[in-house]
């Protein structure tokens, strides 16, 4: 009875005593906290450019979602006894990279960017997500929960397009641009940091994916980013 207690009490084994594991998600809570805040720092610029008042609030409330997810990012990283600036840190010269190669040139196609660009990233980690500890992925899917925008981007793109047709051609082009980038982006980042790449191949009692299925997540990618030009009126 005694020995069933104490193995009652003993400690379960968790994901997080693997090493590897560990540094993985530390780097996919840095890369996840580094996209939010620099969300929120281009959809602030974004901001300025917008037409009226009505839109420069709506696109401001974009912000400060993507600034409050990254706060739950930054809550997770310390409660793992991280800094979150260092975990941040390896992930600055991408995605500054990626903004300095697709710096929209309007409102419109700034609108298209956090639209799709949002979209396309919230896939990518919620394919990751599914080969994660259960407190990691559930707050993974929580920080890329829908900001409830969507449908005043969509409306803006469309009601453009009404306006002027040759809009639609531009936007696709840029739309096109916008999905090149962004996977090429990702695949470096993975690519680059050993660790997340061990994470997303398999960690601690999880099969990971093999390269048939990285192969078929790419492919769920850009299908749903076809369905999101789609909703926006544009040619994928």
Not at 54 to 74: G, I
Not at 160 to 187: C, K, P, T
């Given at each position: ?94 995605f ?56 005043f ?78 909703a ?5």
């Amino acid at each position: 009875m005694a020995q069933k207690d104490a193995q009652q009490d003993s400690p379960q084994p968790s994901a997080f005593d693997d090493p590897v594991y560990r540094t993985g998600v530390v780097e996919l809570l840095g890369v996840l906290a580094y996209g939010e805040i620099s969300a929120c720092e281009r959809l602030a610029d974004d901001a300025k450019m917008a037409p009226d008042l009505h839109t420069k609030v709506e696109v401001a409330a974009m912000a400060v979602a993507e600034f409050q997810h990254f706060e739950l990012l930054r809550d997770r990283l310390l409660e793992l006894g991280e800094d979150p600036f260092e975990a941040m840190a390896p992930f600055t010269a991408t995605f500054e990279r990626f903004h300095r190669q697709t710096a929209p040139s309007d409102w419109l196609e700034g609108l298209v960017k956090a639209y799709v660009g949002d979209g396309l990233a919230s896939d990518f980690y919620r394919e990751v997500a599914s080969y994660l500890d259960p407190h990691t992925r559930e707050l993974v899917l929580e920080t890329l929960s829908g900001t409830g925008h969507s449908k005043f981007v969509v409306e803006q793109v469309r009601a453009a397009i009404a306006a002027d047709h040759r809009v639609a051609g531009r936007l696709a082009l840029w739309g096109r641009r916008l999905m090149g980038e962004a996977l090429s982006q990702a695949q470096m980042v993975v690519a680059e940091r050993d660790a997340l790449s061990a994470v997303i191949v398999g960690g601690i009692d999880q099969p990971g994916m093999d390269l048939a299925a990285i192969g078929r997540m790419f492919t769920r990618l850009t299908e749903a980013h076809a369905e999101r030009m789609d909703a926006l009126g544009l040619a994928a």
